[in-house]
């Protein structure tokens, strides 16, 4: 196994290393830099269904997903080109936090893949809220957000009374690191608890556009056979849609985390 930073806001390459066989000294060596750098990518790998789902099933219990997954194998679910206007990831988001419990990762096999973009974006906000002056963090420490996923169910022809909704802290601490992280995206926030959704705009939309700035991100650049995953509790993602129809499809799972209150 070799190692190589992605970029300097996080993510760390993983080359030759099979995911499929896997030794007791290299989980530990992957949890380390999972919970350090917040991206692993491994390039190259040769997976079935069965292999992807056993290798996310190492890093804890799978996720069904609300609208719908492969018809053997329930927990994935296909990411498939359907041209801009039918694309459902374009904004940056944190997946399901309109759930009380969201995945604490999410995980992307590549199997088709475009010749140029289709590449995922990601934000790191451990340090967007580090870079936040102390007389906000003061404030943002305190307030809880409400998040749905009323705009999801609408993209997908579900009720929308049955969107499901929850609560988190704004700032979120991270239970391997400590490291305290904005918890907040456009995608599914609606307002803070106890705040009207007018008092809530102005303040939500300044860290909507803090959250993403440049020297906090970092990009994936696809490849067939890539297997990527990524830490959904300190980190936003966005699917960069600047590929037209060429295909582009994945297989995603995602594992259990924890409630945030």
Known sequence: MRTRPMSAPLGMIIDDLDVRSIDHHTW????????????????????????HQE????????VPFPYGGLPDYPNIIELRNRGKKGDVNQHWHTDMSYAQAPP???MLYALETPDLGGETAF???IH????LSVGIKRLLDDLVAEHSAEDLARLYGADTKEALRAEHPVVRVHEDSGERALYVCRAFTRCFKDWTRAESKVLLEFLYEHSVRPEFQAR????PNDLVMWDNRCL???AVHDHGDDPRLLHRLQVQGSPTL
Do not use: I
């Open 236 to 238: 936003l993602h966005y």
């Open 220 to 223: 994936h650049q696809w490849r």
């Open 28 to 51: 530990s060596q992957l949890n380390k830099l999972f919970c350090d750098h917040h991206v692993l990518v491994f390039p190259d790998q040769q997976l079935s269904p069965a292999d």
């Open 104 to 106: 604490k990762l999410t």
């Open 55 to 62: 290798f996310a099933e190492h890093w804890g219990e799978l």
């Open 128 to 131: 967007a809220y580090n870079e």
């Open 123 to 125: 934000a790191n906000q």
